[in-house]
């Protein structure tokens, strides 16, 4: 049997007084899976819907549940723990690092963060890195980058840019990652959505030709090279190579979405290494921190990171 105990004031038994007057235990038994769904249900968002498995501790490939059953992990949440869990590395490494500085924002330079960004960039061969702390939030960053770089870079007028996504994406439930979906349950009731996205079909270079070829105000082509959400779809050799080709032939930025797909996820370190290319912006986030804290990162070459400025 599992036990949640929670302290306030230096007192972990009986029951304490909230700061709007409701009692709250500070013991509770967590005797079920069906307990501890019922707990969730009752208390949390519901905005997602797991299977009815309540993991309580994990090791490597394990997980076990809190009725003590032991699971291999094949899903690897998402992949963000690609590394297996609690890896003793990882671990190791936030344990010293929050032993001497947390937090201080970007109002200071830290010593840690170059290392960081340099490590990164050697790592993965771009110019720069932009660090943040969601997938979604590398995804929208890519965006925006994208279209600063399409009106400085490539004359687009104001407000004109255009990302052309594909069909079944998925980077996220933000504004703009939802706005570029075609996923009818991530869209309900949820308008208006924002202008600037064009959709076409996944692994279709002819689509992506018809659309470049028609619109000189396309900054960007954003696409996850295997697509995750989707149902694990892997398009047919040599697709991305078409991608680069064209982008380059169109002067279109090829935004690479390796949030679920990068960090050895597909046996390369990026699922892009298959076909030997090199997209303008990569995203990527889940693994990057082997799961133990919120990071992700957008790369690009000083040309594309360059063209955003402070504010």
Known sequence: MATQTIQINGTTNGTTTGLNGHCINLKIPLKSTEEVIKREKKYGAHNYDPIPVALTRGKGIYVWDVEGKKYYDFLSAYS????????????????????????????????????????????????????????????????????????????????????????????????????????????????????????????????????????????????????????????????????????TKYNVLWIDDEVQTGLGRTGKLLAVDHENVRPDIVCLGKALSGGMMAVSATLADDDVMLSIKPG
């Open 80 to 247: 963000a723990v690609n590394q297996g869990h609690c890896h003793p590395k990882i671990i190791e490494a936030v344990k010293k690092q929050v032993d001497i500085l947390t937090l201080t924002s970007r109002a200071f330079f830290t010593d840690a963060l170059g290392e960081y960004a340099e490590f990164i960039t050697q790592l993965f061969g771009y110019d720069k890195v932009l660090p943040i702390n969601s997938g979604v939030e590398s995804g929208e960053t890519a965006c925006k980058m994208a279209r600063k770089w399409g009106y400085l870079k490539k004359r687009i007028p104001d407000n004109q840019a255009k990302i052309i996504f594909a069909e079944g994406n998925y980077w996220g439930r933000t504004m703009s990652a939802i706005s570029s979906s075609t996923d009818p349950t991530c869209r309900d009731r949820y308008g208006p959505f924002m202008p600037g996205f064009i959709v076409i079909p996944y692994d279709d270079p002819e689509a992506l030709e018809d659309v470049l070829k028609s619109d000189p105000n396309i900054c960007a082509f954003m696409v996850e090279p295997i697509q995750g959400e989707a149902g694990i779809v892997v398009p047919k050799p040599g697709y991305l190579k078409k991608v680069r080709e064209l982008c």
